[in-house]
């Protein structure tokens, strides 16, 4: 079995940054591809971005194209998102999961371990 603990979520105002990060623990061995989805109260489970073991492919939601970098360090065993330029619509819970396949993006489906998800509030 795999855990998955996420830290750094909090409130913010718009336009300010954020570092989440997610630390994996138990049968890291088996994990191959990571990465974070979020949830707003109120609407479906959405992907922001994914990162292959290796780091050199990488998956963005459109929404966050330009503003969010995933990045892992795998000696570490954790996964990070660094968010930029912070909108009121990036107010989420948000889950980092990860994957016995390496192939990049992983739908939700596919993700076999999952955090219990840390919140981030933007303030206009």
């Known amino acids: 079995q795999v855990q998955l603990v996420e830290s750094g979520g909090g409130l913010v105002q718009a336009g300010d940054s954020l570092r989440l990060s997610c630390a994996a623990s138990?049968?890291?061995?088996?994990?191959?591809?990571m990465g974070w989805f979020r949830q707003a109260p109120g609407k479906e489970r959405e992907f922001v971005a994914a990162?292959?073991?290796?780091?050199?492919?990488?998956s963005y939601g459109d929404s966050v194209k330009g503003r969010f970098t995933i990045s892992r360090d795998n000696a570490k065993n954790t996964l990070y998102l660094q968010m930029n330029s912070l909108k009121p619509e990036d107010t989420a819970v948000y889950y980092c999961?990860?994957?016995?396949?390496?192939?990049?993006?992983?739908?939700?489906?596919?993700?076999?371990?999952w955090g219990q998800g840390t919140q981030v509030t933007v303030s206009s």
């Open positions: 999961a990860a994957s016995r396949s390496n192939v990049v993006p992983v739908p939700a489906s596919a993700m076999e371990h």
């Open positions: 138990g049968r890291t061995g088996s994990v191959a591809a």
């Open positions: 990162i292959s073991w290796s780091g050199q492919s990488k």
